[in-house]
């Protein structure tokens, strides 16, 4: 029988999350349960909690919750990692029988919270897009690449985003957001 | 500070800011505000340079990016020395360490300027018929030894710095609605129209101080203020508007499809004693709805003479110096006019106080409305007259004048004594970024210039002011406003600004006014060294086109291209050869418009950041353990694990005997996984794999051979079916994105019948493979709620269970031929479960291996990996996979192409293994097999060896190889030569150990 | 840099969240054991390549993930309309040409 029992280690363990005064700063989001459900929006029903956006690049966040669409059959699920098991099995006994998928990927990706009054800047060191309000408003998210690798972008509020970056790319993330913040003002 | 060359008043400088700065080592005092060029004129000093290939003297001609002689080093410490920098943009900070470039000893006495004694050889066509023909010049001996090295050293601008550059560069994206490229007047009334509309501008210019031209008029006035306070108000209005962002010390330098446009900010060359931590530069990629190019003009030289001598100046420098910089460049000047900015030049001059000797307009019928006030002036006007030619060794100090006769040349005449000569021989549009966005361009003929004419599709923009033509304060003022309200969409017109002592004429000459006596020498691209007689002979020897004459003269190709010299060039060319000049061409405009650091390109994207580098979960305990790593794709993996004294060779063969004697530990958390889930996913990788899947019972496994449409093996993997709907499929470590890629376009394109969905979950587990005899006891300890026994638990089968509290999906599976299991754990479990693995595994005598060993342990059974026994050109058949193919399958990804007649012909090379006669001999993976000993050159290999180690199990190397028609070979004898003569082969099958598979089974 | 648009997340975005996947239109055979050695080389094989007009697949793999088809002109390398996979190459109606 099993008398070790396996701590989560973050990826992000051990990282000093760099900032600068006034203009920005990155946050450890922490850990979170995630799912991927792709397949019709409507089979999920009540199950989340939270409605599934079918505008494409919105989010959609309540009580702690938030269904992310990323593609027309794709939505990324966040919630607290505690109520992670619940919901697996509610949207699991929710989605039983039907064509769709569900799968856990808690672990496959880590968050990172970037706030600040320079936040745009910051993130256009290695983002493309238009970070406008105006273009890019609360409550948008979209995969896209920060510098070489790709992201879940989600603008939380006028001045934070949410990065949801694959395990393995976070310190690089980090550690081009550390290198970013020396060009910003 | 010596007030000779100081004006005594004026200029944008601030006199109360000294700034100290040496040039060639000697110490010179400036003001804040100056340029390295104006302190240097300042205090006297003209020669700053040699040229290029004749390293003749040279002075600062321009007062801005078109320089092409003023090139300096600046020295700001290890790594940081930037060469070729135009003086006339270095901002003078206290302690400026400048050096001049392309002389030795020094500037003054430079030992290349015996080059102009050989002047002769090096004339128009010299490097190209050099390096076209290098036995002109003798035999390839003198070539290598003599020629390249001696031309090597004389050319060349500046030397490179040899350290890493210390600096750090900054990257931006931004998007506005209106890009404003130029701050002089047409693109501050650009900005300020579009920003009065509410619109994202951003405004950039290439200088320090916004305001271009008008920084350097001195006696216009705007809406009843002068030209230099509108300016500032202008600047005050934007900067006070939070959509405006203003950006000075920035040059676009490259206009892309779709108004994309990169800028070259420099942040901190201008600091004495900068930020260490902060930015150099920044690279800006704007993406602009509208751009407005107010690009300005640059003034052309006139071609004269000996027009190079230091001291002889474009007219608008001159009047840059004087009314920005409050610097008299000479004491006594003669002004050469060929359009209104000569004369404004000559009355700047002398109410600075130089005395101007004279100005010669060299138009015919040259009549400016400005020489009445210069003859008011007390200043003598020549019409029609030019210089014939120069004198000065290394400062100008008299010209010739005479009369313009027919076809450029003149007669000769006086002397007249000078320090200092002033030219303007008319204006040239700046196209350039025009010209990259790829608009087309027109030769106008009232303008004497290219202008812009039809944009190219996918563009939106428009040019005002004198980089379209549109001269003068009063109508680049007034076009501009227009352009930036156009560029939001208002109605073009809007406000009419009032200009004072503005200046209309700006046409001047083009070509050659007479290449001067014997031995004088008429330049028309100053930084090559490029003369009228170089542009002549290149059109007698039959060169037609500008490109090719750009070419074998290399005018136009130096770091300036041609910024003052191409018209001239263009016009010299076309009335030689008898042509209009639009039917001679233009050359093509090149990205960047000015030099770019390789810094501001690579921004962030070097050392660490070059690359993500990505790390398992347990690669933390893998580097505290002393670790090898080798790199796959974007992967550190542990290569091998050496203790005290081993190398590569003896940590892997203890690896391996450890494993096949007790049991090893290995880190598979990069293998690719994905997993496929909905009701017709069984039939989706039935229709991609070549194996079958419907069937495959649940909590059972298969090993899965992917094909692309051709036939060719791309990728294979275990597929366990957790669920009669879900699959968790493994891919390659390399093949992971490709796969998932290839899965959504068949599920998504070819296949939208199917319910079925994919999903990447490589990073969502850690994955610790447990191979040998002892794995099971490995385990035992450490799972819950599942049996692990053999019977329960056969292999290529998964199960769910927890290990160490988690929950896991453990497969029974090997890659080594040992028993052995992979457990799948949440990735942020997987430092903790290995650690608990691992202190199992010493029990047991075991070890932790890496890809090495990994590697040797597969080779032994025969086991292919994609990539290395296969190239894209393998199917399954040919390394002895075909029993994976599902029977009676109709249709997967491939198959139709497995029956082509290529496919199916005798003669395909099919994979064996190879055993050396020599055991102690590994062979080299890569080298060839042939049938005979020492092949000939050139005699077609049979095959070549893909894998090849030293076999620890064993006790002697083996190798697999590709060799045609391999499986009928078995039992015969081949060769693989090499260097040091032929290795004598023995043909066998390719499962080198325990082929019938006794011990993964147990 | 291009810019081009997703007709799933109807917006504009540039070249580098997107993978190019060769020449669009082209049908996998529905039963590939009927067909002939030299249409089924065709279908692996044979591509317009033509100068002008081309009908391609792009794929927006750092964005919504979907595959779609895009009419792009190779010698201006402008794309001019972009419309989901499976549906048929559309014409060009009025506002394609020119800047915006
Ligand atoms: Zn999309």
């Known amino acids: ?185 | 500070m010596a007030g000779l060359h100081r004006t005594n008043g004026g200029g944008r400088v601030d006199r109360t800011k000294r700034l100290s700065f040496t040039f060639d080592g000697k110490a010179y005092e400036g003001f804040a505000g100056d340029k390295l060029a104006s302190a240097l004129l300042a205090n006297g000093v003209h020669l700053v340079g040699r040229s290029y290939k004749y390293h003749r003297p040279r002075g600062i001609l321009s007062a801005g990016a078109e320089e092409p002689n003023a090139l300096v080093t600046v020295d700001r410490g290890r790594g940081r020395t930037a060469p070729n920098l135009r003086a006339t943009q270095v901002e003078l900070y206290d302690g400026l360490v400048a050096e001049s470039q392309n002389r030795w000893p020094s500037l003054a006495y430079d030992f290349g300027a015996v080059n102009s004694l050989f002047s002769p050889l090096l004339a128009a066509g010299f490097y190209y018929k050099t390096f076209m023909g290098p036995r002109l010049l003798g035999s390839n001996w003198a070539w290598h030894k003599i020629y390249e090295p001696l031309i090597r050293r004389a050319a060349g601008l500046g030397k490179a710095p040899s350290l890493p550059d210390p600096d750090r560069y900054a990257n931006r994206f931004a998007h506005c609605d209106v890009l404003v490229i130029g701050a002089g007047p047409a693109g501050l009334a650009a900005a300020l129209a579009a920003a009065e509309a509410g619109a994202r501008v951003i405004l950039c210019d290439e200088q320090a101080e916004l305001g271009g031209s008008l920084l350097s008029e001195w006696s216009v006035e705007i809406d009843g203020v002068p030209a230099s306070s509108w300016v500032d108000e202008a600047v005050r209005t934007l900067a006070a508007s939070s959509r405006v962002t203003l950006l000075p010390r920035t040059q676009a330098f490259g206009y892309f499809a779709q108004n994309f446009v990169a800028l070259a900010e420099r942040l901190t060359d201008h600091l004495g004693n900068p930020d260490p931590a902060a930015p150099r530069e920044r690279l800006w990629q704007v993406r602009a709805k509208e751009v407005v190019l107010a690009t300005g003009a640059i003034e052309r030289p006139i071609v004269f003479p000996d027009n190079d001598r230091p001291g002889i100046m474009l007219a608008d420098a001159a009047r840059t110096y004087v009314n920005r910089y409050g610097v008299r460049p000479g004491l006594r000047a003669v002004v050469i006019a060929a359009c209104d900015s000569g004369y404004a030049a000559a009355l700047d001059l002398h109410r600075a106080g130089t005395a101007v000797a004279m100005v010669i307009d060299p138009r015919a019928n040259g009549d400016s409305g400005l020489a009445g006030s210069v003859r008011a002036a007390g200043i003598e006007v020549q019409i029609g007259a030019t210089v014939t030619a120069t004198r000065g060794s290394q400062r100008v100090s008299a010209v010739q004048i005479g009369r313009a006769g027919t076809e450029g040349r003149a007669s000769t005449g006086e002397w007249v004594p000078c320090d200092h000569v002033v030219m303007a021989g008319g204006w040239t549009p700046s196209v350039h970024l025009f010209s990259q966005s790829r608009g087309k361009l027109a030769w106008s003929d009232d303008a004497q210039a290219f202008l812009p004419s039809a944009i190219a599709p996918g563009q939106a923009q428009r040019s005002a002011g004198a980089c379209r033509g549109v001269f003068g304060v009063a109508a680049a003022l007034d076009d501009g406003f227009a352009a930036g309200r156009a560029a939001v969409g208002r109605e073009p017109l809007g406000r009419t600004f009032k200009v004072t002592h503005d200046i209309t004429d700006f046409r001047g000459i083009a070509g050659s006014h007479g290449a001067g006596a014997r031995g004088s020498k008429a330049f028309v691209d100053f930084q090559h060294d490029v003369t009228v007689r170089d542009l002549k002979l290149a059109a007698q020897e039959g060169f037609r086109a500008i490109e090719h004459v750009k070419r074998y003269t290399t005018t136009g190709m130096a770091t300036d291209q041609g910024k003052t010299s191409n018209i001239n060039a263009l016009a010299i060319v076309a009335d030689h050869l008898g042509k209009p000049i639009p039917e001679v061409g233009l050359t093509t405009f090149r990205q960047p418009y000015t030099p770019v650091t390789f810094g501001t390109i690579a921004g962030a994207s070097r050392g660490d950041l070059f690359d993500p580098v990505r790390r398992t979960p347990c690669d933390a305990w893998a580097q505290a353990q002393g670790a090898m790593f080798e790199d796959v794709g974007a992967w550190k993996r542990a290569h091998y694990f050496p203790q005290a004294g081993e190398d590569m060779h003896t940590a892997v063969a203890r690896e391996c005997r450890t494993v096949r004697s007790a049991v090893g530990m290995f880190d598979a958390s990069t293998l690719g996984k994905i997993e496929v889930v909905g009701p017709d996913a069984a039939e989706f990788l039935e229709r991609l794999y070549i194996n079958s899947f419907q069937k495959l019972g649940v909590g059972r496994c298969r090993y899965g051979v992917l094909l692309n449409e051709a036939g060719f093996i791309i990728d294979d993997g275990v597929i366990g079916r957790i669920a009669a709907d879900r699959f968790h499929v493994t891919t390659t470590t390399g093949g992971a994105a490709r796969v998932l890629h290839m899965m959504e376009d068949y599920a998504q394109t070819e296949f939208p019948d199917l319910k079925v969905w994919l999903t990447s979950t490589t990073e969502q587990w850690a994955v610790i493979a447990v191979q040998g005899p002892r794995a099971r006891d490995v385990l035992a300890p450490l799972v819950d709620g599942v049996d692990i026994g053999a019977t329960d638990f056969p292999h290529m089968s998964v199960k769910a269970g927890r290990i160490c509290g988690v929950d896991a999906r453990i497969f029974r599976v090997s890659f080594t031929g040992e028993l052995g299991f992979e457990i799948n754990v949440p990735a942020d479990f997987g430092a903790d479960v290995w650690e608990a693995v691992w202190r199992e595994v010493q029990k047991h005598g075991g070890c932790a291996y890496g890809t090495e060993s990994m590697h040797v342990l597969r080779a032994e059974k025969g086991f292919i990996i994609v990539g290395q026994e296969t190239d894209g050109t393998v199917t399954p058949d040919d390394v002895g996979l075909g029993w994976a193919t599902g029977k009676g399958k109709r249709d997967f990804v491939g198959m139709r192409s497995l029956s082509r007649p290529d496919m199916v012909r005798s003669g395909r090379k099919q994979l064996v293994g190879l055993l050396t006669a020599d055991p102690k001999r590994v062979l080299e993976e890569g080298s060839q097999v042939v049938e005979g000993l020492r092949p000939p050159a050139g005699t077609p290999a049979l095959g070549h060896v893909t894998s090849a180690y030293w076999s620890e199990a064993l006790g002697r190397s083996i190798a697999l190889a590709l060799v045609a028609d391999g499986r009928t070979r078995i039992g015969t004898r081949l060769n693989v030569p090499m260097p040091d003569g032929d290795v004598a082969v023995d043909v066998v099958t390719p499962v080198f150990l325990d082929p019938k598979g006794e011990r993964l089974n147990g | 840099m291009l810019l081009i648009t997703c007709p799933y997340c109807c917006t504009a975005r540039p070249e580098s969240e997107f993978r190019y996947s060769g020449e669009a239109h082209i049908a996998r055979p529905l039963e590939p054991a009927t067909v002939s050695d030299d249409d089924w080389a065709a279908f692996l094989y044979m591509r317009t390549n033509p100068k002008g007009l081309h009908a391609e697949r792009w794929r927006h793999i750092h964005g919504c993930g979907r595959f779609f088809n895009a009419l792009r002109n190779t010698v201006t390398d402008q794309i001019l309309k972009t419309y989901p996979a499976g549906t048929p190459r559309p014409g060009l109606g009025a506002p394609a040409e020119g800047g915006r």
């Open chain 1, 1 to 185: 029988m099993a008398d070790q029992i396996a701590r989560r280690r973050s990826v992000l363990d051990g990282w000093a999350l760099p900032s600068r005064a006034g203009l920005a700063s990155l946050t450890n989001a922490g850990t979170a349960a995630r799912f991927v459900y792709r397949g019709a929006p409507e089979l999920v029903g009540d199950a989340f909690g939270v409605s599934l956006p079918t505008v494409p690049l919105r989010a959609h966040a309540q009580s702690g919750r938030a269904a992310l669409w990323l593609g027309p059959d794709e939505w990324l699920l966040l919630s607290a990692e505690a109520d992670g098991s619940t919901l697996a099995v509610a949207l699991s006994s929710a989605l039983n029988g039907k064509p769709a998928a569900l799968v856990d990927i808690s672990h496959r990706q880590v968050g990172l919270i970037v706030s600040g009054s320079s936040v745009e800047a910051l993130l256009n060191a290695g983002c493309s897009l238009d970070l406008d309000m105006t273009t890019f408003p609360v409550g948008m998210c979209t995969r896209t690449l920060l510098a070489k690798a790709e992201i879940v972008l989600w603008r939380t509020a006028g001045d934070t985003f949410r990065i949801e970056v694959a395990r393995s790319f976070a310190p690089y993330i980090v550690a081009l957001l550390d290198e970013a913040m020396h060009g910003i003002a």
